[in-house]
């Protein structure tokens, strides 16, 4: 990222916020997106957000959550440049906690509920089920894994009768990044981070990614998760199976090939020079654990 380019967004959101500065304090920095707390001349502080990439419209995001009374920080100062995003959002303050499963189940109710998603992209069955053949085009223009091709072919095979109940609910705005540390318990409440890759989709994604991709897949722990999704009040067709399997299976498989997808994406832009090897790892694991689930 060009460190340049985030200097003058800040100088502008600063102009916008009618602030000078006085400190930054960098939070969480990524190569194409951080997080800082900045300390202004007035003693007062702000979070600075930047991202470039396909992570620069959250601002869009953002104002559609806020819009459906989703509890998101508020939006101070927002600079929009052709490769990168700035804001300023309100500083919630540490956390008090980790965000429980069941802070994640009922929360995810809320979401869901949002239908008016508005320019968002819409991940119905048939986008779905493109899914692998696109990941087998990447693997292949990148000399991908041979199991890992293997797998996405093998999805590829099974792909529109596995997507099957996509839209079935819960259908509609879906965070897709929702894990514990996208929820923030503070003093000041309850608020939902990070909804820079959000869509309008089936909800079930966002259930399975709550235990992450790093272990194995447990469709045990998603199915009561989605138990404490419909006693928080889910449509209770989210237990209903889709495309001929138990909903949790069908989300964890499905969400491993989501996950794939962008991960295949991000190669293919270059975005893994120099780790390109511990990524294929993760695509190649993603795919096999979705081959399994899905009964490809």
């Not at 968002?120 to 692998?132: Q, S």
């Not at 399997?245 to 996950?259: E, F």
């Amino acid at each position: 990222m060009d460190t340049t380019e985030v200097d003058t967004v800040l100088d502008r959101l600063l102009a916008q916020h009618g602030a000078s500065l006085a400190e930054r304090l960098p939070i969480r920095v990524w190569e194409r997106s951080g997080v800082e707390r900045l300390r202004l001349g007035d003693g007062t502080t702000v979070v600075f957000k930047y991202a470039e990439g396909p992570f620069a419209d959250e601002h869009i995001a953002l104002d559609i959550a806020q819009g459906a009374g989703l509890p998101v920080p508020r939006r101070l100062a927002v600079v929009r440049r052709p490769d990168l995003l700035g804001m300023f959002l309100e500083d919630l303050g540490p956390a008090l906690r980790e965000a429980t499963d069941d802070d994640g189940a009922g929360l995810a109710v809320a979401v869901h509920q949002v239908t008016a998603t508005g320019v968002l992209p819409v991940l119905n069955a048939r986008r779905l089920a493109a899914m692998p053949r696109a990941i087998v085009a990447r693997l292949s223009r990148i000399n991908g894994d041979a199991t890992g091709l293997e797998a996405a072919r093998a999805l590829d095979e099974a792909a529109t009768g596995r997507a099957a109940g996509t839209g079935l609910p819960p259908f509609g705005l879906c965070h897709s990044e929702w894990h514990p540390t996208s929820v923030h318990v503070g003093e000041t409440g309850v608020h939902l981070l990070d909804l820079a890759r959000a869509f309008h989709g089936p909800g079930l994604l966002d259930l399975a990614s709550w235990q992450g991709t790093v272990t194995v897949p447990d469709p045990d722990r998603l199915t009561g998760l989605i138990e404490a999704y419909i006693a928080a009040g889910g449509p209770e067709t989210a237990r209903t199976d889709r495309g001929g399997l138990p909903a949790a299976r069908w989300a964890l498989g499905w969400h491993r090939v989501w996950a794939a997808d962008w991960f295949t994406h991000q190669m293919a832009i270059g975005w893994a020079a120099g780790a390109e090897e511990t990524w294929m790892n993760a695509i190649t694991r993603h795919l096999t654990d979705a081959a399994d689930l899905l009964d490809a």
